[in-house]
């Protein structure tokens, strides 16, 4: 939920920077403006960086701690592979066909 929210901040913040004049003309942007009583569009452009920033470096975490998740489960596995591996291929013919 909270990334859906962070994404969502990324096109107002995008379109606070290309044209300033645009947060009188969006009735949210203008509310969240005068409500906070912002001085300038520039004061209030970082305000929306610090926001759409925060409310993505979480997202950020959650991806590398996914990516380290896959990394540790696969060093496990490639492990786990190469010992049966050796295991088996150390045995002699005879242990593979009395079974």
């Given at each position: ?7 969502a901040f990324v ?6 920077a ?6 009188s ?6 509310w ?7 001085q300038?569009?520039q ?26 998740n896959?990394?540790v489960?696969?060093?496990?596995n ?12 150390s045995?002699?013919y005879v242990f593979?066909?009395?079974?």
């Amino acid at each position: 939920m909270v990334g859906m929210v962070g994404v969502a901040f990324v096109v107002p913040f995008i379109m606070v920077a290309a044209d300033p004049a645009s947060i009188s003309q969006h009735q949210k942007l203008m509310w969240l403006y005068q409500t906070l009583h912002f001085q300038s569009s520039q004061q209030f452009l970082i305000f929306l960086g610090v926001i759409v920033y925060l409310l993505n470096f979480g997202e950020l975490l959650t991806a590398l701690n996914t990516w380290l998740n896959v990394r540790v489960t696969s060093k496990i596995n490639a492990a786990l592979s190469y010992r049966f591996l050796k295991y088996y291929l150390s045995k002699p013919y005879v242990f593979f066909s009395s079974s």
